[in-house]
């Protein structure tokens, strides 16, 4: 028996800032999802401030990664206080992807290491986790093979900052698929 194949007419790119990288034990911050054809344009971006205990912030974000990026973390912090409850951003980003991507059928997810957030989706959003497809759209894959094989890399910037992050993860597919057109 054949699987039916999966052509998904749009890309749900996302990427999640965290606590930490445990999702046992770490919570999301910040979502930003981008919807886009295959040509990589922009159809509908959504943001989202992720309400967390503020003790768990400061109990979590005291490690290496974050005293080294300490402008970000102070930003996200300082920011949580207006952030929404969970259930109501996994209500907004339902609502998104059923405006711009539409209600039927499975999500192609993408990003950077979207594997990690995908943990995190699965933890906290177990309605859009259902939504999602099991494949994924994976720029750090492209990445380990232009790195290891050709020596090539994409210098992108590390703002760590949920919307410029996917910006940076599409402008990289691009970089790599542009090598392909010329390999």
């Given at each position: 028996m054949t699987k039916p194949s999966f052509k998904p007419k749009h890309i749900l790119w996302m990427d999640l800032e965290m606590t930490g990288l445990d999702p046992a034990a770490d919570r999301i911050l910040e979502v930003a999802?981008?919807?886009t054809d295959w040509n990589f344009t922009e159809i509908a971006t959504y943001e989202a401030v992720k309400k967390v205990d503020a003790g768990l912030m400061e109990a979590?974000?005291?490690i290496p990664f974050w005293e080294e990026n300490a402008p970000v973390r102070d930003a996200l912090m300082?920011?949580?206080?207006?952030?929404?409850?969970?259930?109501?951003?996994?209500?907004e980003l339902l609502k998104f992807i059923?405006?711009?991507?539409?209600?039927?059928?499975?999500?192609?997810?993408?990003g950077n290491s979207i594997h990690q957030d995908r943990k995190f989706i699965e933890n906290e959003w177990p309605r859009l986790n259902a939504q999602l497809h099991y494949r994924m759209?994976?720029?750090?894959?492209?990445?380990?093979?232009?790195?290891g094989r050709f020596r090539k890399s994409f210098k992108k910037?590390?703002?760590?900052?949920?919307?410029?992050?996917?910006?940076?993860?599409?402008?990289?597919?691009?970089?790599?698929?542009?090598?392909?057109?010329?390999?």
């Open positions: 999802a981008i919807v979590r974000m005291r300082a920011q949580n206080a207006s952030g929404s409850e969970s259930e109501t951003v996994e209500d059923h405006e711009h991507i539409g209600p039927e059928g499975k999500v192609l997810l993408a759209l994976d720029v750090s894959a492209w990445k380990v093979v232009f790195e910037s590390e703002s760590h900052r949920a919307l410029e992050d996917i910006r940076g993860s599409i402008e990289e597919l691009r970089y790599y698929l542009g090598m392909v057109k010329h390999a």
